[in-house]
């Protein structure tokens, strides 16, 4: 099979033979993905001219509607996403359902989350201001949807969410989408845009795919246009640095990678509902996706009198995760989507070993369930710690996108403060403590190097939403070495696909302008 990509209202096979796509449990060939041939420019005008104008005769309302109409199509072929997501990326159905049922999620949020924008076709921010003694001549600022398109170049680890998270809002505000998914795991995005191209639900132009390299995308780039980007940071650099994105300063997003911590306060023991709050989210994390989420928790940071309770108790359970063939039933974690990222986590790991002891490696027995380990990307979780965090380095550069995390001793809150901001800026940073006042201080202390900060004491313990999680009412991103960019944050995603102008005239043409706009309320 050869994944089909969608652009100037055709289905089109690139040429070549293209990459293939693999089952990382049985090494069998799924499909190929080719982008050689297609036209990049032709495919973006076809999206600012057709796609672009559909979108924007209509208002926000008219658009959530549509987004209704999205959901529902995927909600409907739900069934054969768990399967493309069992072959193609190995996941079990826990797994995939944070995928696919998080862009379902994302989806019908966006839908509850604009019915209040009515039919305006722009956003107005703000008040009139005053600019001098005429009081009849004010300014107003007003935000106006893109006329470009939305290029999103994804990672392959949310092949679902990855796509609705960023198209959402996109759509929301009018501005048409074009995605490029990682050509590993791309089968999965592809087959919903098919999904919902074919049900007619969203006007021509609206959606486009390319499966495959980028090829010469962002040479066609314009200053009208945004690039959301989710990946490494290398390429996020590339990216960002290519001529033609400096030239016409095209938008840019950058979600990157992170070195995120979960850190228990001071005050919590072995006997506290805190502490074992923080070892049930740190196994979660380690073993949910094999560890493949940006949001992972990668550092541990644990007071130095707590360490060795805490090795002792996420061992134990890490011991009892099944990893193997998420056919198996009773499989919870499955193998790393290929052997190229088992062999990067191979290799981080061992930099990672260089500056720390394993704890907990699944030893010499270690053997998937059902599977053949020689054939599987299969990784076994594994728990480190470091003695030293102050003098290591790859405790806090290396990013294991895998099972793989990292306890850190620290010796007081400042220490501990520090040594969290050492990832260079990080998506989520959780803190375990029953002490108000410490859980408080963590989150000014942390807020301005991370993206999100989830305070967990007993009181929240069985409702909060996860250290991984990500929720659409609240960012996404995270300074630094994280990529500096921002989704989500309900309606506040809007911002990035609008451009804020400032009208100056007399106050009766602003108050007209403004009547047919719509403030947003966050
Ligand atoms: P990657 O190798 O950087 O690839 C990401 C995307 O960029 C893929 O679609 C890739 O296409 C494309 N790409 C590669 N080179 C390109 C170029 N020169 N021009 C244009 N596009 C190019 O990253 P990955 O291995 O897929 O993803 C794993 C990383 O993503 C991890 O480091 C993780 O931390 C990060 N991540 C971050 C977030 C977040 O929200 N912050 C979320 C998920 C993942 P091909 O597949 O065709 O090479």
Same mark, same amino acid.
């Given at each position: 099979m050869r994944l089909p990509n969608y652009v100037g209202g055709s289905w089109v096979e690139g040429a070549g033979p293209g990459t293939a796509l693999v089952d *990382? &449990? @049985?090494?069998?060939e799924l499909a190929r993905a080719s982008s050689e041939g297609i036209d990049f420019a032709a495919a973006l005008a076809h999206a600012r001219t057709a796609g672009g104008p559909a979108l924007r005769t209509l208002g926000y309302a008219a658009r959530a509607e549509l987004l209704a109409k999205v959901a529902d199509v995927l909600s409907s072929n739900r069934k054969a996403y768990f399967e493309i997501a069992l072959r193609n990326s190995g996941s079990p159905e826990a797994d995939a359902a944070v995928d696919i049922d998080g862009a379902i999620f994302t989806l019908k949020y966006y839908v509850r989350a604009a019915a209040g924008l009515g039919s305006a076709r722009y956003l107005r921010d703000g008040e009139l201001a005053r600019l001098g003694k005429d009081e009849g001549f004010q300014g107003l600022h007003v935000a106006q949807p893109l006329r470009g398109v939305a290029i999103l170049i994804n990672a392959f680890n949310f092949p679902a969410w990855g796509l609705w998270e960023k198209a959402a809002p996109a759509l929301l505000s009018g501005v048409p989408v074009l995605v490029k998914p990682a @050509? &590993? @795991?791309a089968w999965l995005t592809q087959r919903m845009v098919e999904d919902v191209v074919k049900a007619g639900v969203v006007p021509e132009g609206a959606l486009s795919i390319v499966c495959g390299g980028a090829g010469d995308l962002l040479d066609h780039v314009t200053g009208a246009d945004a690039l959301s980007f989710t990946g490494s940071a290398d390429t996020a650099l590339r990216i960002r640095s290519h001529p033609a994105v400096l030239r016409r300063s095209t938008r840019v997003n950058v979600e990157a990678d992170s070195l995120n911590v979960a850190l228990l306060g *001071?005050? %919590? =023991? =072995?006997? %506290?509902?805190e502490f074992d709050l923080l070892v049930r989210e740190v196994v979660r994390e380690m073993t949910q996706k094999a560890g493949q989420k940006c949001t992972a928790i990668r550092r541990i940071l644990v007071p130095a009198a707590a360490r060795s309770a805490i090795e002792e108790a996420i061992q134990a359970r890490l011991a009892k995760t099944t990893v193997g063939n998420p056919r198996n039933k009773d499989v919870r974690m499955g193998p790393l989507v290929s052997k190229a990222q088992q062999q990067a986590a191979i290799e981080g790991t061992a930099a990672l070993r260089r500056e720390t002891k394993v &704890? $907990?490696?699944?030893? *010499?027995?270690f053997k998937p369930i059902e599977a053949d380990a020689a054939v599987g990307a299969f990784v076994p979780p594994t728990l480190l710690a470091c003695d030293d965090a102050l003098a290591a380095r790859a405790v806090h550069d &290396?990013?294991? $996108?895998?099972p793989v995390a990292t306890i850190v001793p620290y010796a007081d809150p400042a220490q501990a403060f520090a040594i969290a901001r050492m990832g260079q800026g990080s998506l989520v940073a959780s803190v375990f403590s029953a002490d108000a006042g410490f859980l408080a201080e963590a989150a000014s202390e942390l807020a301005d190097s991370h993206g999100r900060i989830l305070a967990v004491n007993a009181a929240v313990g069985a409702t909060h939403t996860g250290h991984g999680n990500v929720m659409p009412m609240c960012l996404h991103g995270g300074p630094g070495r994280a990529g500096g960019g921002e989704e989500l944050g309900g309606l506040r995603a809007l911002a990035f696909y609008h451009r804020r102008a400032a009208i100056q005239g007399h106050v009766d043409v602003l108050n007209a302008i403004a009547a047919h706009a719509v403030e947003l309320k966050y």
């Open positions: *990382p &449990v @049985t090494g069998e @050509t &590993v @795991t *001071p005050d %919590a =023991r =072995r006997d %506290a509902q &704890v $907990f490696d699944g030893g *010499p027995e &290396v990013e294991v $996108f895998g």
